[in-house]
């Protein structure tokens, strides 16, 4: 018996498949179809794959071509899979010619003629593109970030920039500059929002009244109640309104909390996060009104781990901050205690102090280690008392997280659901709530002069 291999993605199964499979099937009398996984889709690139793996899975077996199927999990897996079922042909479509013939080595190696016209990445983009306008703040490295990120994701264009950073217009000179936010706004089908913490409230609400979608960076508004009022905007208008914070979309952050709600290290009692960075702008500047100070910038990515593990409901928050006495809304370093039932959780946050930048959390049974900065995570560390036990962890993580968080957008607003999966409103809200606690004043306050020792 002759037995073929062939391996694809299979999204929204098409005659470039059918075809490929019929003459696959055709080699031989076994016919072995690997499907990849979606995290091995991810790993190697594609992460706009339309289907879910079941999906795609159906779509094979529907055409009664294959004989058995099987799914493609790692790099290097063929060698395995064809030594494991005795393949005698691996075969693919001839966009792959030359790539797999490594694989002469173990069997025979047969490129199929691809059909021409049709593929899965153009069903995908015929879809209706979103038009998604850019909005920043002076501080625009981020914005420019996004807009960068944006030609990767399948569904999406970018309809114009908005920001007076005039080194972010320079670099994406291919983008339309709109000069203000309702031109662009106009132009677009969705906002990414990251102007000024306080200003946020007032520009998603315009988004939103405008019928635009909003991804907004978070803190989404500096006052809970106000945050309730946009989401329940959204809700009525029937549009996505999505915080963003990359890191909880990244594979390994996603991980993490799965092994922790397993039990891994046990019980969870005490979550600390810290985050820091240096100041980028002088005090005395103009532009360093515009700055966010490192509870906005900061405040979000830690506290999200301690919500999501702990859930939003502590007790208590306690905040200390070292206040720029040159500008009293700007906190050089600040670092929150929180209260729980039955936990403990701490946050270090910093623009203009450096310090490790983890998050570990403890348990009754081991701890887990995210090293600096983990809120680029790629990689993590469960640790147990006896080291032996101890396990690694590493993901793919393309473009910090924010490729994903785009994708998430997009898929949100195709399905008019929000993926709550990932940063829910009660967790939105209560990031919004306690930083309001620091703008209400319920905070102990240190006074710091930001001056540099002397005979530096
Ligand atoms: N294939 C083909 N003819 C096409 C499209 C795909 O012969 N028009 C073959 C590929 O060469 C591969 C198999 O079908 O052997 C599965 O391809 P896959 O990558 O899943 O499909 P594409 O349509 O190429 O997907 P994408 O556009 O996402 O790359």
């Given at each position: 018996?002759?037995?073929?291999?062939?391996?694809?993605?299979?999204?929204?199964?098409?005659?470039?498949?059918?075809?490929?499979?019929?003459?696959?099937?055709?080699?031989?009398?076994?016919?072995?179809?690997?499907?990849?996984?979606?995290?091995?889709?991810?790993?190697?690139?594609?992460?706009?794959?339309?289907?879910?793996?079941?999906?795609?899975?159906?779509?094979?077996?529907?055409?009664?071509?294959?004989?058995?199927?099987?799914?493609?999990?790692?790099?290097?897996?063929?060698?395995?899979?064809?030594?494991?079922?005795?393949?005698?042909?691996?075969?693919?479509?001839?966009?792959?010619?030359?790539?797999?013939?490594?694989?002469?080595?173990?069997?025979?190696?047969?490129?199929?003629?691809?059909t021409e016209g049709v593929s899965s990445t153009a069903l995908r983009s015929s879809d209706r593109q979103i038009k998604l306008g850019l909005f920043g703040a002076r501080e625009g490295r981020i914005l420019s970030k996004y807009c960068s990120e944006c030609r990767y994701v399948n569904g999406l264009e970018v309809a114009g920039i908005c920001t007076p950073d005039q080194e972010v217009r320079e670099l994406h000179a291919e983008a339309t500059v709109f000069e203000t936010y309702d031109e662009l706004l106009d132009a677009s089908d969705a906002a990414y929002i990251i102007s000024r913490p306080e200003l946020h409230y007032q520009h998603v609400k315009k988004a939103l009244e405008r019928g635009k979608h909003a991804l907004v960076e978070m803190p989404i508004t500096l006052d809970s109640e106000e945050c309730g009022e946009l989401y329940r905007m959204a809700r009525e208008r029937n549009l996505i309104l999505m915080p963003a914070i990359k890191t909880a979309y990244s594979t390994a952050y996603n991980r993490l909390l799965l092994l922790l709600k397993s039990g891994k290290i046990g019980r969870v009692v005490s979550v600390d996060a810290t985050c820091t960075s240096l100041r980028e702008v002088d005090p005395t500047k103009e532009e360093f009104q515009d700055v966010w100070n490192s509870l906005c910038a900061w405040g979000p990515t830690a506290m999200l781990p301690i919500f999501h593990i702990l859930g939003c409901a502590y007790k208590r928050a306690d905040i200390t901050s070292l206040l720029l006495e040159k500008s009293r809304r700007y906190d050089a370093f600040t670092k929150i205690d929180f209260l729980y039932d039955d936990a403990i959780a701490s946050i270090k946050v910093g623009r203009g102090v450096k310090s490790e930048g983890e998050l570990i959390v403890s348990g009754t049974q081991g701890y887990l280690y995210v090293p600096a900065p983990w809120w680029k995570t790629d990689y993590f560390e469960i640790r147990y008392e006896n080291a032996e036990n101890n396990r690694r962890y590493f993901y793919q993580l393309d473009g910090e997280g924010i490729r994903y968080e785009l994708v998430a957008f997009v898929k949100a607003i195709a399905s008019g659901t929000e993926e709550q999966y990932y940063i829910s409103e009660e967790v939105a809200t209560s990031i919004s709530q306690t930083i309001s606690l620091f703008y209400s004043g319920k905070f102990t306050e240190i006074q710091y002069s930001g001056d540099e020792p002397k005979g530096k």
């Open positions: 018996m002759t037995k073929v291999i062939t391996y694809g993605t299979y999204d929204m199964l098409h005659y470039g498949h059918v075809r490929l499979l019929e003459r696959a099937k055709a080699l031989g009398d076994y016919l072995i179809v690997g499907v990849t996984s979606d995290d091995f889709d991810k790993a190697r690139g594609k992460i706009n794959i339309k289907e879910s793996l079941a999906e795609r899975v159906a779509g094979v077996r529907a055409t009664g071509l294959a004989d058995q199927i099987i799914i493609e999990e790692y790099e290097g897996q063929k060698i395995d899979d064809i030594r494991r079922y005795g393949v005698d042909i691996f075969t693919v479509g001839s966009d792959w010619i030359g790539r797999f013939d490594y694989l002469k080595e173990f069997c025979n190696v047969v490129y199929l003629e691809r």
